[in-house]
C-alpha cells in the first residue's frame, strides 16, 4: 500500500493529480458531446491548430496559454464559417483549416531553432510541472465548462440527437453548436500545457466513450468519464513514478487501456450471461426435502 500513495507525499506529484483531475473533469464535460456527435476529427484537428498561436508567443516572448487560446478561437470561428457553405462537409472544413493552421506552425517554427524543447512541451506536455497557478486558471475552466455545459444541456441533446427537432422547438441549433464548440475548445486549450495536444485527445476521448458503453443517461456518461478520468490520472502518474515513463502519456495510455478493458467487459457480459444461462439448464434439478416429498404424496 506505500507504493500506492509514497510519490503523492511529494509536492509536484500532488500538484500533478489534482491538475490531472481538473483536466479529466472538464474533458468528461466537453468529450461527452464530442463522442455524442461525433467530433473526434474536430477535437484532433482543434488540439494540433493551436501550434501558431504557440509559435507567436514563444517568438514574442508572451503567453502560450493566451496564444493557444487565440488560435483555438480562429480555428472554431473558421470552422463555423466553413461549416455555412452548403457545398462543404464537416469534415472537409475542419480538414482543410487543420492542414492550414498546422502548416502555418510548422512554418514558424522551421524559422526558429529555439523550439526544440518548448515544441516538446507543447506536444506531449508536463503534467510533473503544474504549478499553483495552473491549478488556478484550471479550476476558473471547470467552473465555465460547467456553466456552458448546464446552460446549453437542453439544446446540446436535441443537436446531438435531432438537429431538425431543435429548429423546431426553437433552440437555435447553430448556437448551440457555436457554444458546443466553445466548450471543446475551452477544454482543449485548458488541458494542452498539462497533457500535451497529441495526449489530450486520449482525456477527451477514451474516458466518455468508456463511460457511454455502460451508462444509461447523459449525466452518467459525464460522471463516469469523471470517474475514468481521474483513475486514470492516479494510475497513470503512478505508473511514471515507478517505471520512469513520460507522465502525461502514462495518463493518456491508461485512459485509452481503460476503454478497451469497457470494450472487453460489455462483450464479455453477454457470454457469461448465456454461459449461466447454460449450466443453470443443463444442471439436474434440485432433490426435494423430506418433509414435502411427503406432502406431495
Avoid: Y
Amino acid at each position: 500500500m506505500e507504493a500506492l500513495f509514497d510519490p503523492f507525499e511529494v509536492v509536484f506529484v500532488q500538484r500533478a493529480l489534482w491538475g490531472g483531475v481538473l483536466v479529466s473533469l472538464i474533458c468528461a464535460l466537453a468529450g461527452t458531446w464530442v463522442v455524442l456527435r461525433g467530433m473526434a476529427f474536430l477535437g484532433d484537428a482543434m488540439s494540433h491548430g493551436m501550434l501558431p498561436g504557440v509559435a507567436v508567443a514563444s517568438l514574442l516572448g508572451g503567453s502560450l496559454f493566451v496564444g493557444a487560446a487565440l488560435a483555438a478561437v480562429a480555428m472554431a470561428l473558421g470552422v463555423t464559417a466553413l461549416n455555412r457553405s452548403p457545398r462543404l462537409s464537416q469534415d472537409t472544413s475542419i480538414g482543410l483549416l487543420f492542414v492550414g493552421m498546422l502548416s502555418a506552425g510548422v512554418i514558424i517554427v522551421s524559422h526558429s531553432g529555439s523550439f526544440a524543447v518548448d515544441l516538446t512541451g507543447f506536444l506531449f506536455g508536463d503534467v510533473l510541472a503544474v504549478r499553483e497557478r495552473d491549478l488556478l486558471l484550471l479550476a476558473l475552466a471547470l467552473l465555465a465548462a460547467l456553466v456552458i455545459a448546464v446552460g446549453g444541456h437542453r439544446s446540446f441533446v436535441a443537436l446531438a440527437f435531432d438537429p431538425r427537432k431543435a429548429t423546431t422547438l426553437g433552440l437555435a441549433p447553430r448556437a448551440a453548436h457555436a457554444a458546443m464548440l466553445g466548450l471543446v475548445t475551452l477544454a482543449v486549450v485548458a488541458s494542452f500545457h498539462v497533457v500535451g495536444t497529441l495526449l489530450v485527445f486520449g482525456l477527451l476521448i477514451a474516458p466518455p466513450a468508456a463511460a457511454a458503453i455502460w451508462a444509461r443517461s447523459i449525466p452518467a456518461i459525464m460522471v463516469g468519464a469523471a470517474l475514468l478520468g481521474a483513475a486514470s490520472t492516479f494510475v497513470g502518474l503512478l505508473v511514471s513514478w515507478h517505471w520512469g515513463t513520460a507522465a502525461g502519456a502514462s495518463i493518456s495510455a491508461t485512459a485509452v487501456a481503460l476503454f478497451f478493458v469497457s470494450v472487453a467487459s460489455s462483450r464479455a457480459r453477454p457470454l457469461l450471461g448465456a454461459l449461466r444461462r447454460t449450466r443453470a439448464a443443463d444442471s439436474p434439478p434440485a432433490p426435494i426435502p423430506a418433509h414435502e416429498r411427503s406432502n406431495v404424496s
